[in-house]
């Protein structure tokens, strides 16, 4: 079984910073590509940032230059440093990962539970 457990989420007013954290767990025998997706109410759910195993990353245009996503291998975590938050990045915030369990031969898509950023003052 694997899990995904990330932490991290919370309140904060715009300009402000957080950093989600998320750590892969259980029977993992390869980790492909790890990333962020959002959903705000009534909203798709869209991609944030993703990295993969080799450390290449990508960001939806409107979080440039302003998040960062990162990953600890040695650790199974992925990271997104998010500064100069603005109000519409409220949002509840999905950690993804592309797992091969062991004893299999194939990689699946795992989420996590889902942290709620809210951007207010």
């Known amino acids: 079984q694997v899990q995904l457990v990330e932490s991290g989420g919370g309140l904060v007013q715009p300009g402000g910073s957080l950093r989600l954290s998320c750590a892969a767990s259980g029977s993992i025998c390869g980790l492909n590509s790890m990333g962020w997706y959002r959903q705000a109410p009534e909203k798709e759910r869209e991609l944030v940032a993703k990295?993969?195993?080799?450390?290449?990353?990508s960001y939806v245009d409107s979080v440039k230059g302003r998040f960062t996503i990162s990953r600890d291998n040695a650790k199974n975590t992925v990271y997104l440093q998010m500064d100069s938050l603005k109000p519409e990045d409220t949002a509840v915030y999905y950690c993804?990962?592309?797992?091969?369990?062991?004893?299999?031969?194939?990689?699946?898509?795992?989420w996590g539970q889902g942290t709620q950023v809210a951007v207010s003052s």
């Open positions: 990295i993969t195993s080799g450390g290449r990353t």
């Open positions: 993804n990962a592309v797992i091969r369990r062991c004893a299999l031969t194939n990689y699946i898509d795992y």
